[in-house]
């Protein structure tokens, strides 16, 4: 989000990576499925332990599950942005409440990916991750869209803090559909004769727009959804 | 009738059957004995039990108004049950109500037909319930003692027997078989949604009731204190109310914990049926669909399909609320997720959907998700793709379904007949919607198509509103 000097400063060969679920059982299939594309210098499968974990080894990308016992991931997020704020997080997640989503995401998270991503998709999301760009999936892509095409309730219009924060520009509208379509960020410089970097700034500014946006019907959204 | 030694009762016993073994497994008759007892005695004693049906007194639960103690004393006797169900009416008056606590003690010590423990044998086990009794009768007592305060004697007279007639009840309410329970709950049924303010009454209903039973006691105090000359009533009712709050005082603590026991027992027991409906739920998806990919395991295929629908399921029940088997309506999100679930189930390729917004189904949007799922169908059989990516997006003026897959994807130029036709039906069926249907496809690139409807007239109820920008 601001810049940090060691986003930038990321010593090359594989990012060191920090587990944290509460299946012992997937974290150990996670591991040997990276293998050596990335290091694993740690699992936790609590919030607490997690928070003491990550505030030990410092690593590029925790791994995050959405669910966790004693808070959820975002209590996770909060509680070592606090002290360590260029730690990046990737929430990783069999869930589809897009309310359990959007709170990673509204807590910090860099991006979001489902459990059923495959390795090599995993491998190349925690690389980009590591290197302060945002991952979005077809599927939070598609929460997004909802989230910031519902427009309030004309009961509960309230004045903005920054209304450029709480909209989303006709490009990257496009670039969400794509990306919602399945398209690969490469795709989608493509078909919308881009360069990838400009949809790498794309997705980072509605992730940034995401977090910081003031609209609180973005929660209010989200719970709505549970209930449709 | 009784002159007649063949008149026999609803048994259905013939005197000739008389000492065959005939009678029922609990019989403990003796067989009558000759010679030292007069010959008319023994004639009498032979016939008045061949009146009845023969076996021991038991009590009738399926022709009951209560315990089924008159149905089981008619048919032991020989008696219709409405005769002795007046005998005990008159009973109960005449003995001033002392006849219904031994109508509860009969409920509570004779079996019911067909079952040898008798309810008392297990409310022995039941402490809370022996517990319960007690605070009731006590609470009753208390009441009937400030009652006796007010002077109405005629009420006391028949109420003080009820004390014991609730401490059964209690212990019979709570250890009865189960058959049982269930019928007296349906007798109880009215009586608990008059007092109890659950989730079906609401809120609203409840305050009405306390404020209709407000002013009937203020109409009633005022009555009693008019008929009993006012006031003066008051000056022995310091003494009792004195009592009243000693007594309340002293046993207060144990009726608040008996209550509150009660209340965590019920909650325990919602607690297990919840637990019982999502196991029962588990074992009726997960736990068969695990049974079906054992015995499919040669078959990957079949499996990643069994796997899929199996994941679908419990995602729409989890986290949408949604249970099994319930397609949740009419909306154009569920009608998209329809497409994903047949196609994947028919054409076994995994259906990647992403939806944004919702709003109600009309003719043409119907048209659209057929036009959809020809597509999608067409991608699944041709394109060879593994997967295959289904985005709808609900805008406030229009409706756009994008179907993509990654296979092998042809030459719109030189297309078979076959499949110009497909084509043809989704524009076809499209632009006669007013719609638009565009394919785009190159050989080895894949084929994406788009349709986009639009919509008739958004009504309040879309859930896609305008951006904000636009609104302001």
């Known amino acids: 989000m601001s810049d940090q000097p060691t986003s930038t400063t990321r010593p090359a060969g594989a990012p060191r990576v920090v587990l944290v679920d509460d299946h012992g059982l997937f974290r150990s299939g996670v591991r040997a499925e990276l293998g050596t594309r990335v290091q694993v210098v740690g699992e936790a499968e609590d919030v607490a332990p997690a928070i003491e974990l990550i505030g030990r080894t410092l690593p590029d990308v925790v791994l995050l599950d959405v669910h966790l016992p004693g808070g959820g991931g975002h209590a996770v997020i909060t509680e070592v942005k606090r002290d360590h704020p260029d730690v990046k997080f990737l929430a990783l997640s069999a869930s589809d409440a897009p309310e359990d989503v959007i709170a990673v995401i509204r807590a910090g998270a860099r991006g979001y990916v489902t459990k059923t991503i495959s390795t090599a998709e995993l491998a190349d999301a925690i690389k980009r991750v590591a290197d302060g760009d945002a991952v979005f999936s077809h599927r939070l892509a598609g929460f997004v869209l909802d989230a910031f095409a519902s427009g309030p309730a004309p009961d509960d219009v309230k004045p903005s803090f920054d209304p450029e924060l709480d909209q989303l520009t006709t490009r990257e509208r496009e670039v969400l559909r794509l990306i919602a379509q399945g398209y690969t960020y490469k795709e989608v410089a493509r078909e919308l004769f881009i360069s990838g970097k400009t949809v790498e700034s794309h997705v980072s500014s509605v992730l940034r727009k995401l977090q910081l946006s003031s609209r609180h019907q973005l929660t209010r959204w989200a719970t709505e959804r549970r209930l449709t | ?472």
């Not at chain 2, 000739?16 to 005695?41: A, K, M, T, Y």
């Not at chain 2, 401490?167 to 269930?182: F, H, S």
């Not at chain 2, 009555?223 to 009792?240: K, Q």
């Open chain 2, 1 to 472: 009738m009784s002159d007649d030694p063949h008149w026999h009762g609803p048994g259905n016993h013939g005197p000739s059957h008389h000492g065959l073994g005939h009678h029922g497994p609990g019989w403990q008759g003796q067989p009558p004995r000759h010679g030292e007892v007069p010959d008319w005695v023994v004639h009498r004693a032979r016939q008045w039990r061949q009146r009845g049906d023969g076996e021991p007194l038991r009590r009738h639960p399926d022709d009951r108004l209560f315990g089924g103690i008159a149905a089981g004393l008619g048919a032991w006797r020989g008696f219709s049950p409405t005769t002795v169900r007046i005998a005990l009416a008159v009973a109960a008056l005449i003995s001033e109500g002392w006849a219904v606590p031994f109508y509860v003690l009969g409920w509570l010590l004779i079996p019911a037909k067909g079952d040898e423990t008798t309810i008392v044998q297990r409310a022995r086990h039941d402490s809370r319930g022996l517990v319960l009794a007690l605070a009731l009768a006590s609470l009753l007592a208390v009441f009937l003692f400030l009652a006796g305060a007010l002077n109405d004697a005629g009420l006391a007279t028949f109420a003080w027997p009820q004390v014991f007639s609730i401490a059964g009840l209690t212990l019979i309410w709570r250890n009865a078989p189960e058959d049982e329970r269930a019928a007296m709950h349906r007798l109880v049924k009215p009586l608990e949604s008059l007092t109890a303010s659950g989730a079906a009454t609401s809120r609203r209903a409840t305050r009405l009731r306390f404020a209709g039973a407000a002013v009937l006691l203020a109409v009633g105090l005022g009555w009693l204190f008019a008929l009993h000359g006012g006031i003066y009533l008051l000056e022995p009712l310091g003494g009792f109310l004195f009592v009243a709050a000693g007594i309340v005082l002293l046993l207060g603590p144990w009726w608040l914990r008996i209550a509150r026991d009660l209340l965590v027992e019920r909650q325990a027991r919602a607690r297990a049926e919840e637990r019982a409906d999502i196991a029962a739920r588990v074992h009726d998806s997960v736990l068969q669909t695990l049974a079906l990919i054992q015995r499919r395991s040669a078959d990957p295929q079949a499996v990643v399909q069994l796997a899929r629908a199996q994941e679908r399921e419990l995602r729409s029940w989890l986290f949408e609320g949604r249970a099994p088997g319930d397609s949740g309506g009419s909306s154009f999100a569920e009608g998209i997720r329809q497409i994903q679930r047949g196609v994947e189930a028919l054409h076994g390729v995994p259906v990647e959907v992403v939806t944004v917004g919702d709003c109600p189904l009309d003719e043409h949007l119907s048209a659209l998700l057929a036009a959809a799922r020809e597509a999608t169908v067409n991608a699944a059989k041709w394109s060879g793709a593994a997967v295959i990516s289904v985005f709808a997006e609900v805008e406030p003026d229009k409706v756009n379904i994008t179907v993509r897959d990654r296979g092998k994807g042809f030459d719109p130029a030189a297309v078979p007949d076959d499949r110009k036709g497909v084509a043809e039906s989704i524009r076809g069926r499209m632009s006669r919607h007013g719609g638009e249907a565009i394919v785009q496809s190159a050989p080895g690139e894949g084929t994406k198509v788009t349709l986009t409807m639009p919509r008739a007239a958004a009504g309040p109820a879309a859930q896609a509103a305008p951006a904000e920008g636009q609104r302001r």
